[in-house]
Protein backbone atom coordinates (compact mmCIF):
# COMPACT_ATOMS: atom_id res chain seq x y z
CA UNK A 1 0.00 0.00 0.00
CA UNK A 2 3.11 2.64 0.84
CA UNK A 3 4.55 1.56 -2.11
CA UNK A 4 1.34 2.47 -4.41
CA UNK A 5 0.81 5.68 -2.53
CA UNK A 6 4.62 6.39 -3.18
CA UNK A 7 4.52 5.83 -7.11
CA UNK A 8 1.47 8.04 -7.48
CA UNK A 9 2.81 10.62 -5.68
CA UNK A 10 6.06 10.42 -7.96
CA UNK A 11 4.45 11.30 -10.64
CA UNK A 12 7.51 13.48 -12.83
CA UNK A 13 9.27 10.30 -13.21
CA UNK A 14 7.49 9.17 -16.34
CA UNK A 15 7.26 12.76 -18.68
CA UNK A 16 3.55 11.47 -19.40
CA UNK A 17 0.86 10.73 -16.56
CA UNK A 18 -2.57 10.51 -18.54
CA UNK A 19 -5.38 9.68 -16.34
CA UNK A 20 -8.83 8.53 -17.37
CA UNK A 21 -11.95 10.31 -16.01
CA UNK A 22 -15.45 9.49 -16.55
CA UNK A 23 -18.70 11.69 -15.76
CA UNK A 24 -19.10 10.91 -12.23
CA UNK A 25 -19.33 13.32 -9.31
CA UNK A 26 -16.23 15.59 -9.31
CA UNK A 27 -13.91 15.96 -5.79
CA UNK A 28 -12.53 18.78 -4.25
CA UNK A 29 -8.97 17.36 -4.34
CA UNK A 30 -7.41 17.14 -7.56
CA UNK A 31 -6.24 13.59 -8.54
CA UNK A 32 -2.68 12.80 -8.34
CA UNK A 33 -0.14 13.54 -11.10
CA UNK A 34 -1.03 11.10 -14.14
CA UNK A 35 1.39 9.62 -16.03
CA UNK A 36 2.21 11.45 -19.41
CA UNK A 37 1.93 8.15 -22.22
CA UNK A 38 3.28 8.27 -25.73
CA UNK A 39 0.67 8.23 -27.36
CA UNK A 40 -0.09 11.91 -25.82
CA UNK A 41 3.30 13.39 -27.70
CA UNK A 42 1.08 14.24 -30.72
CA UNK A 43 -1.46 16.22 -28.75
CA UNK A 44 1.58 17.70 -26.97
CA UNK A 45 3.32 18.43 -30.01
CA UNK A 46 0.48 20.09 -31.70
CA UNK A 47 -0.57 21.93 -28.37
CA UNK A 48 2.37 23.70 -27.87
CA UNK A 49 2.02 25.86 -31.01
CA UNK A 50 -1.40 28.12 -30.43
CA UNK A 51 -0.85 30.85 -28.28
CA UNK A 52 -0.55 33.58 -31.02
CA UNK A 53 -3.41 35.88 -29.57
CA UNK A 54 -2.68 35.64 -26.09
CA UNK A 55 0.75 37.04 -26.45
CA UNK A 56 0.30 40.72 -25.31
CA UNK A 57 -0.67 39.51 -21.78
CA UNK A 58 2.84 37.47 -21.61
CA UNK A 59 6.44 38.81 -21.14
CA UNK A 60 8.83 39.42 -23.92
CA UNK A 61 10.19 36.29 -23.00
CA UNK A 62 7.42 34.07 -22.98
CA UNK A 63 6.06 35.50 -25.93
CA UNK A 64 9.31 35.29 -28.41
CA UNK A 65 9.03 31.04 -27.13
CA UNK A 66 5.67 30.80 -27.76
CA UNK A 67 5.57 32.93 -31.46
CA UNK A 68 8.59 30.66 -32.39
CA UNK A 69 6.88 27.23 -31.96
CA UNK A 70 3.52 28.92 -33.11
CA UNK A 71 2.87 27.30 -36.46
CA UNK A 72 -0.51 26.78 -38.02
CA UNK A 73 -2.52 26.43 -35.09
CA UNK A 74 -3.17 29.95 -34.29
CA UNK A 75 -6.22 30.58 -36.46
CA UNK A 76 -7.84 28.59 -34.16
CA UNK A 77 -6.92 29.89 -30.62
CA UNK A 78 -9.21 31.77 -28.63
CA UNK A 79 -7.61 34.81 -27.10
CA UNK A 80 -8.69 35.13 -23.48
CA UNK A 81 -5.83 37.67 -22.31
CA UNK A 82 -9.14 40.49 -22.42
CA UNK A 83 -11.50 38.06 -19.62
CA UNK A 84 -9.31 38.53 -16.80
CA UNK A 85 -9.44 35.02 -15.42
CA UNK A 86 -7.90 34.87 -13.05
CA UNK A 87 -6.98 33.86 -8.99
CA UNK A 88 -4.51 34.44 -6.72
CA UNK A 89 -3.51 32.57 -3.48
CA UNK A 90 0.00 31.68 -1.64
CA UNK A 91 1.26 34.77 -3.56
CA UNK A 92 1.06 33.10 -7.13
CA UNK A 93 -1.45 34.02 -9.71
CA UNK A 94 -2.58 31.86 -12.44
CA UNK A 95 -4.38 33.64 -15.30
CA UNK A 96 -5.69 31.62 -18.52
CA UNK A 97 -4.46 33.72 -21.54
CA UNK A 98 -5.66 31.06 -24.71
CA UNK A 99 -7.73 28.17 -25.74
CA UNK A 100 -8.09 25.74 -27.86
CA UNK A 101 -11.81 23.56 -28.48
CA UNK A 102 -12.93 21.65 -31.43
CA UNK A 103 -15.91 19.68 -29.21
CA UNK A 104 -13.20 16.44 -28.23
CA UNK A 105 -9.54 18.23 -28.14
CA UNK A 106 -9.22 20.68 -25.44
CA UNK A 107 -5.85 22.94 -24.25
CA UNK A 108 -6.70 25.57 -21.98
CA UNK A 109 -3.04 27.88 -21.76
CA UNK A 110 -2.12 29.79 -18.14
CA UNK A 111 0.17 31.54 -17.17
CA UNK A 112 1.60 31.45 -13.31
CA UNK A 113 3.30 33.86 -11.56
CA UNK A 114 5.03 34.78 -8.17
CA UNK A 115 3.59 37.98 -6.74
CA UNK A 116 6.12 37.81 -3.72
CA UNK A 117 9.66 36.41 -4.61
CA UNK A 118 11.20 33.93 -7.09
CA UNK A 119 9.37 30.72 -6.20
CA UNK A 120 8.68 29.31 -9.51
CA UNK A 121 11.51 27.93 -12.01
CA UNK A 122 11.84 25.95 -14.85
CA UNK A 123 11.35 22.63 -13.35
CA UNK A 124 7.87 23.54 -11.88
CA UNK A 125 5.16 21.35 -11.78
CA UNK A 126 1.88 21.34 -10.73
CA UNK A 127 -1.27 19.38 -10.92
CA UNK A 128 -3.61 22.08 -12.26
CA UNK A 129 -6.18 20.30 -14.55
CA UNK A 130 -9.10 20.18 -16.08
CA UNK A 131 -12.10 18.86 -14.44
CA UNK A 132 -15.16 17.10 -16.16
CA UNK A 133 -17.88 19.57 -17.94
CA UNK A 134 -20.47 18.12 -15.70
CA UNK A 135 -23.47 18.25 -17.36
CA UNK A 136 -22.48 19.97 -20.56
CA UNK A 137 -21.49 17.25 -22.89
CA UNK A 138 -22.24 13.86 -24.08
CA UNK A 139 -19.10 11.73 -23.69
CA UNK A 140 -18.60 8.83 -22.71
CA UNK A 141 -15.40 9.29 -20.57
CA UNK A 142 -12.15 11.59 -21.50
CA UNK A 143 -8.69 11.72 -21.01
CA UNK A 144 -6.80 14.77 -19.17
CA UNK A 145 -3.51 15.35 -19.23
CA UNK A 146 -2.13 17.53 -16.19
CA UNK A 147 -0.47 20.98 -16.91
CA UNK A 148 2.94 20.70 -18.73
CA UNK A 149 5.41 23.71 -18.04
CA UNK A 150 6.13 24.92 -21.70
CA UNK A 151 8.46 28.01 -21.07
CA UNK A 152 9.96 29.86 -17.79
CA UNK A 153 10.90 33.69 -17.46
CA UNK A 154 12.84 34.24 -14.72
CA UNK A 155 13.16 37.63 -14.99
CA UNK A 156 9.51 38.14 -15.22
CA UNK A 157 8.92 35.22 -12.49
CA UNK A 158 6.20 33.88 -14.56
CA UNK A 159 6.11 29.95 -15.79
CA UNK A 160 3.17 28.70 -19.16
CA UNK A 161 1.54 26.04 -19.21
CA UNK A 162 -0.80 23.67 -21.06
CA UNK A 163 -3.80 21.61 -19.74
CA UNK A 164 -5.30 19.16 -21.93
CA UNK A 165 -8.51 17.20 -22.07
CA UNK A 166 -9.35 14.69 -25.24
CA UNK A 167 -13.43 13.87 -24.58
CA UNK A 168 -15.20 10.59 -26.08
CA UNK A 169 -17.89 10.77 -27.82
CA UNK A 170 -20.10 13.10 -29.66
CA UNK A 171 -18.78 17.01 -29.83
CA UNK A 172 -19.96 19.67 -27.22
CA UNK A 173 -20.78 23.28 -28.20
CA UNK A 174 -19.72 26.00 -25.86
CA UNK A 175 -18.35 24.44 -22.73
CA UNK A 176 -17.73 26.38 -19.25
CA UNK A 177 -14.47 24.22 -17.94
CA UNK A 178 -12.93 24.13 -14.22
CA UNK A 179 -9.02 24.56 -14.20
CA UNK A 180 -8.36 23.64 -10.63
CA UNK A 181 -4.61 23.21 -9.08
CA UNK A 182 -3.53 22.24 -5.73
CA UNK A 183 0.03 22.46 -5.67
CA UNK A 184 2.99 24.30 -7.60
CA UNK A 185 6.56 22.07 -6.99
CA UNK A 186 9.61 23.41 -7.80
CA UNK A 187 12.65 22.13 -8.58
CA UNK A 188 11.10 19.02 -9.38
CA UNK A 189 13.76 16.25 -11.28
CA UNK A 190 13.10 12.40 -11.45
CA UNK A 191 15.25 9.55 -11.56
CA UNK A 192 13.92 5.96 -13.40
CA UNK A 193 16.40 3.12 -13.42
CA UNK A 194 19.01 -0.12 -11.92
CA UNK A 195 21.90 1.25 -10.04
CA UNK A 196 25.05 -0.50 -10.90
CA UNK A 197 26.86 -3.29 -9.29
CA UNK A 198 29.93 -1.15 -8.13
CA UNK A 199 27.95 0.78 -6.34
CA UNK A 200 27.41 -1.67 -3.73
CA UNK A 201 30.64 -1.58 -1.04
CA UNK A 202 32.45 -5.15 -0.86
CA UNK A 203 33.53 -4.10 2.15
CA UNK A 204 31.44 -3.62 5.49
CA UNK A 205 30.62 0.01 5.91
CA UNK A 206 30.40 1.88 9.25
CA UNK A 207 27.10 2.36 10.71
CA UNK A 208 25.73 5.25 13.14
CA UNK A 209 23.09 5.02 15.88
CA UNK A 210 20.33 8.22 15.98
CA UNK A 211 18.97 9.90 18.90
CA UNK A 212 15.33 7.71 18.11
CA UNK A 213 17.78 3.79 18.40
CA UNK A 214 17.78 3.52 14.32
CA UNK A 215 21.04 2.36 12.90
CA UNK A 216 22.20 3.89 9.72
CA UNK A 217 25.12 3.84 7.44
CA UNK A 218 27.32 6.48 8.38
CA UNK A 219 26.86 8.98 5.05
CA UNK A 220 29.03 9.52 1.90
CA UNK A 221 31.35 6.50 2.40
CA UNK A 222 31.18 5.38 -1.36
CA UNK A 223 28.62 8.16 -2.94
CA UNK A 224 27.74 8.33 -6.62
CA UNK A 225 25.83 11.50 -8.08
CA UNK A 226 23.01 9.92 -9.51
CA UNK A 227 21.38 13.65 -10.32
CA UNK A 228 23.62 16.93 -10.63
CA UNK A 229 23.00 18.48 -7.56
CA UNK A 230 19.28 16.81 -6.17
CA UNK A 231 20.01 13.53 -5.89
CA UNK A 232 23.44 11.25 -4.56
CA UNK A 233 23.62 7.66 -3.51
CA UNK A 234 25.23 8.27 -0.09
CA UNK A 235 26.17 4.86 1.04
CA UNK A 236 25.61 0.99 0.39
CA UNK A 237 26.26 -1.85 0.98
CA UNK A 238 26.35 -3.81 4.48
CA UNK A 239 26.80 -2.06 7.71
CA UNK A 240 28.25 -3.84 11.29
CA UNK A 241 24.79 -4.53 11.92
CA UNK A 242 24.62 -6.79 9.45
CA UNK A 243 22.36 -5.69 7.19
CA UNK A 244 22.36 -4.19 3.38
CA UNK A 245 21.55 -0.72 3.92
CA UNK A 246 20.84 1.98 0.72
CA UNK A 247 20.98 5.28 1.86
CA UNK A 248 20.29 8.33 -0.42
CA UNK A 249 20.75 11.79 -0.05
CA UNK A 250 18.55 14.83 -1.34
CA UNK A 251 19.97 18.01 -2.56
CA UNK A 252 19.95 21.13 -0.75
CA UNK A 253 16.57 22.64 -0.01
CA UNK A 254 15.18 19.21 -1.18
CA UNK A 255 12.69 16.68 -0.25
CA UNK A 256 12.64 12.64 -1.83
CA UNK A 257 10.29 10.59 -2.50
CA UNK A 258 12.14 7.14 -3.25
CA UNK A 259 11.13 3.92 -4.02
CA UNK A 260 14.21 1.44 -4.01
CA UNK A 261 13.98 -2.11 -5.64
CA UNK A 262 16.46 -5.00 -4.65
CA UNK A 263 16.51 -8.55 -6.04
CA UNK A 264 18.51 -12.02 -6.82
CA UNK A 265 20.83 -12.00 -9.56
CA UNK A 266 20.06 -15.43 -10.25
CA UNK A 267 16.31 -14.17 -10.65
CA UNK A 268 17.04 -11.00 -12.95
CA UNK A 269 19.33 -13.27 -15.41
CA UNK A 270 16.83 -16.29 -16.02
CA UNK A 271 18.94 -18.83 -14.07
CA UNK A 272 16.29 -19.46 -11.02
CA UNK A 273 12.60 -18.88 -10.97
CA UNK A 274 10.86 -16.96 -8.58
CA UNK A 275 10.31 -19.54 -6.26
CA UNK A 276 14.01 -20.42 -5.69
CA UNK A 277 15.86 -17.11 -4.86
CA UNK A 278 16.18 -14.84 -1.83
CA UNK A 279 13.25 -12.21 -1.94
CA UNK A 280 15.40 -9.08 -0.27
CA UNK A 281 12.35 -7.43 0.84
CA UNK A 282 12.63 -4.20 2.15
CA UNK A 283 12.48 -3.98 6.48
CA UNK A 284 12.53 -0.20 7.02
CA UNK A 285 13.04 3.20 5.66
CA UNK A 286 14.66 6.32 8.23
CA UNK A 287 14.78 9.87 7.50
CA UNK A 288 17.35 11.67 9.44
CA UNK A 289 18.92 15.37 8.35
CA UNK A 290 22.52 15.81 8.42
CA UNK A 291 23.91 19.28 8.02
CA UNK A 292 20.78 20.86 6.75
CA UNK A 293 20.80 17.73 3.92
CA UNK A 294 17.63 15.18 3.97
CA UNK A 295 19.29 11.49 3.88
CA UNK A 296 17.56 8.35 3.36
CA UNK A 297 17.86 4.59 4.46
CA UNK A 298 16.68 1.53 3.51
CA UNK A 299 17.54 -1.58 4.70
CA UNK A 300 16.76 -4.87 3.16
CA UNK A 301 16.24 -8.67 4.21
CA UNK A 302 19.82 -9.86 3.13
CA UNK A 303 22.90 -11.63 5.15
CA UNK A 304 26.50 -11.14 3.70
CA UNK A 305 26.91 -14.27 2.07
CA UNK A 306 24.35 -12.87 -0.44
CA UNK A 307 26.85 -9.77 -1.56
CA UNK A 308 27.49 -11.21 -4.84
CA UNK A 309 23.49 -12.28 -5.40
CA UNK A 310 22.37 -9.02 -4.64
CA UNK A 311 21.23 -6.63 -7.83
CA UNK A 312 19.51 -3.31 -7.26
CA UNK A 313 17.11 -3.92 -9.98
CA UNK A 314 15.34 -0.52 -10.01
CA UNK A 315 15.55 3.00 -8.46
CA UNK A 316 12.19 5.52 -8.48
CA UNK A 317 13.58 8.51 -7.46
CA UNK A 318 11.23 12.44 -7.48
CA UNK A 319 13.37 15.26 -5.70
CA UNK A 320 11.76 18.74 -5.39
CA UNK A 321 12.10 21.93 -3.65
CA UNK A 322 9.09 22.93 -0.66
CA UNK A 323 5.88 23.00 -2.15
CA UNK A 324 3.09 25.30 -2.80
CA UNK A 325 0.05 24.46 -1.59
CA UNK A 326 -3.08 26.26 -1.83
CA UNK A 327 -5.90 26.63 -3.98
CA UNK A 328 -6.26 27.73 -7.67
CA UNK A 329 -9.75 27.50 -9.55
CA UNK A 330 -10.80 29.20 -12.71
CA UNK A 331 -14.52 28.86 -14.54
CA UNK A 332 -12.96 28.79 -18.44
CA UNK A 333 -15.89 29.36 -21.15
CA UNK A 334 -14.57 28.14 -24.41
CA UNK A 335 -15.60 29.15 -27.15
CA UNK A 336 -15.83 26.39 -29.87
CA UNK A 337 -13.91 28.37 -32.87
CA UNK A 338 -13.16 24.90 -34.16
CA UNK A 339 -16.00 23.03 -35.88
CA UNK A 340 -16.42 19.87 -36.80
CA UNK A 341 -18.22 17.82 -40.05
CA UNK A 342 -20.05 14.71 -39.70
CA UNK A 343 -19.35 12.02 -41.98
CA UNK A 344 -21.36 9.47 -42.75
CA UNK A 345 -19.15 6.50 -42.20
CA UNK A 346 -22.25 3.61 -42.85
CA UNK A 347 -21.66 2.79 -46.35
CA UNK A 348 -17.81 2.29 -45.79
CA UNK A 349 -18.36 -1.45 -45.08
CA UNK A 350 -16.44 -1.96 -41.98
CA UNK A 351 -18.33 -4.67 -40.54
CA UNK A 352 -17.51 -7.09 -43.23
CA UNK A 353 -13.62 -6.17 -43.05
CA UNK A 354 -12.58 -5.60 -39.73
CA UNK A 355 -15.29 -5.82 -37.23
CA UNK A 356 -17.09 -2.88 -36.10
CA UNK A 357 -19.86 -1.08 -37.72
CA UNK A 358 -18.53 2.25 -38.34
CA UNK A 359 -21.04 4.94 -37.88
CA UNK A 360 -19.76 8.58 -38.08
CA UNK A 361 -16.85 10.46 -38.47
CA UNK A 362 -16.67 13.43 -36.22
CA UNK A 363 -13.76 15.71 -38.29
CA UNK A 364 -12.12 19.08 -37.69
CA UNK A 365 -9.09 20.62 -38.71
CA UNK A 366 -7.07 19.58 -35.62
CA UNK A 367 -8.99 16.41 -34.89
CA UNK A 368 -11.36 13.40 -35.52
CA UNK A 369 -13.57 11.21 -33.24
CA UNK A 370 -15.02 8.15 -34.74
CA UNK A 371 -18.32 6.35 -33.25
CA UNK A 372 -18.87 2.36 -33.99
CA UNK A 373 -21.33 0.08 -32.88
CA UNK A 374 -17.96 -2.88 -31.78
CA UNK A 375 -17.83 -5.69 -33.50
CA UNK A 376 -15.68 -9.25 -33.00
CA UNK A 377 -12.83 -7.20 -33.71
CA UNK A 378 -13.11 -4.08 -31.27
CA UNK A 379 -13.12 -0.79 -32.36
CA UNK A 380 -11.92 1.16 -34.95
CA UNK A 381 -8.43 1.96 -32.65
CA UNK A 382 -5.85 1.51 -35.73
CA UNK A 383 -4.00 4.22 -36.95
CA UNK A 384 -5.70 7.13 -39.16
CA UNK A 385 -4.44 8.14 -42.46
CA UNK A 386 -5.92 11.43 -44.52
CA UNK A 387 -5.87 11.82 -48.29
CA UNK A 388 -7.10 15.32 -49.90
CA UNK A 389 -7.62 16.27 -53.72
CA UNK A 390 -3.98 17.62 -54.23
CA UNK A 391 -2.79 14.04 -53.71
CA UNK A 392 -0.97 14.65 -50.71
CA UNK A 393 -1.78 12.62 -47.43
CA UNK A 394 -0.95 12.55 -43.78
CA UNK A 395 1.57 9.75 -42.17
CA UNK A 396 -0.28 7.68 -40.39
CA UNK A 397 -1.69 9.11 -37.24
CA UNK A 398 -1.95 7.02 -33.74
CA UNK A 399 -5.19 6.54 -31.58
CA UNK A 400 -4.59 8.71 -28.45
CA UNK A 401 -8.20 8.38 -27.02
CA UNK A 402 -10.76 5.71 -26.57
CA UNK A 403 -13.86 4.46 -25.21
CA UNK A 404 -15.39 0.78 -25.19
CA UNK A 405 -18.73 -1.05 -24.15
CA UNK A 406 -20.18 -3.54 -25.40
CA UNK A 407 -22.61 -1.46 -27.99
CA UNK A 408 -20.97 1.81 -28.40
CA UNK A 409 -17.46 2.69 -29.15
CA UNK A 410 -15.14 5.91 -29.84
CA UNK A 411 -11.38 6.70 -31.05
CA UNK A 412 -10.01 10.13 -31.06
CA UNK A 413 -6.99 11.36 -33.51
CA UNK A 414 -5.14 13.93 -32.92
CA UNK A 415 -3.27 15.60 -35.91
CA UNK A 416 0.12 16.97 -36.04
CA UNK A 417 -0.72 20.04 -38.13
CA UNK A 418 -4.33 21.28 -39.41
CA UNK A 419 -6.03 19.86 -42.50
CA UNK A 420 -8.20 21.75 -44.47
CA UNK A 421 -11.27 19.09 -44.19
CA UNK A 422 -13.33 20.60 -47.25
CA UNK A 423 -10.35 19.22 -49.64
CA UNK A 424 -10.66 15.56 -47.92
CA UNK A 425 -11.10 12.84 -50.15
CA UNK A 426 -10.92 9.45 -48.25
CA UNK A 427 -9.39 8.34 -44.97
CA UNK A 428 -7.75 5.18 -44.11
CA UNK A 429 -8.58 3.26 -40.85
CA UNK A 430 -5.67 0.52 -40.59
CA UNK A 431 -5.08 -0.51 -44.28
CA UNK A 432 -9.23 -0.20 -44.82
CA UNK A 433 -9.60 3.20 -47.19
CA UNK A 434 -12.85 4.62 -47.04
CA UNK A 435 -13.92 7.32 -50.00
CA UNK A 436 -15.37 10.54 -49.04
CA UNK A 437 -17.71 12.09 -51.12
CA UNK A 438 -20.04 14.88 -50.02
CA UNK A 439 -20.08 14.04 -46.39
CA UNK A 440 -20.61 11.05 -46.88
CA UNK A 441 -18.41 7.61 -47.33
CA UNK A 442 -18.73 5.27 -49.84
CA UNK A 443 -17.97 1.73 -50.41
CA UNK A 444 -14.24 0.87 -48.82
CA UNK A 445 -11.61 -1.28 -49.94
CA UNK A 446 -7.93 -2.76 -48.45
CA UNK A 447 -5.06 -0.90 -49.50
CA UNK A 448 -2.22 -3.00 -50.99
CA UNK A 449 0.11 -1.73 -47.81
CA UNK A 450 -0.40 -0.26 -44.81
CA UNK A 451 0.14 3.61 -45.21
CA UNK A 452 3.29 4.97 -43.00
Known sequence: MREERLLRAMTDIDPQLIQRCAPT???????????????????????TALLATAAVALSPTLREVLQGALGSFS??????????????????????VSALHDGNTIAVYFEARDLTGDRLDERTTTNAQIQWPRGQVEWKQGMLFVAEQIAYDQENRSALYCARFIGDGIPAEGLTLSLYGQVFTPGSHSFEGPIPDEAISRSVLKTE???????????????????????????????KDGLFHLQLRAGAGMTAGLLPTVQSREFVSG???????????????????????????????????????????????????????????????LERQVSATAIDLRRSGTEAAIGPIAQTLHLSPISCTAECIPGKNGALGYPLTLFFSDGSTTPAIPCDSSYYSDTYAT????????IEVETLTGVAIGRWYMPIEEGRAGSGHWLSERPR
Open 25 to 47: PARETAPARPRRGLRAALLAAAM
Open 75 to 96: PYAQDMTDREIACTDQGIEMRV
Open 209 to 239: TLPGGETVLAPMQNPIVLIDDCLTLSSCGFG
Open 271 to 333: QKTYGEVNHYDRLSETRFEREGLAYYDFTFQAAPEDIGDIVIRQLLGSVHKEEIRGQWRLEVP
Open 411 to 418: NHWSFPRP
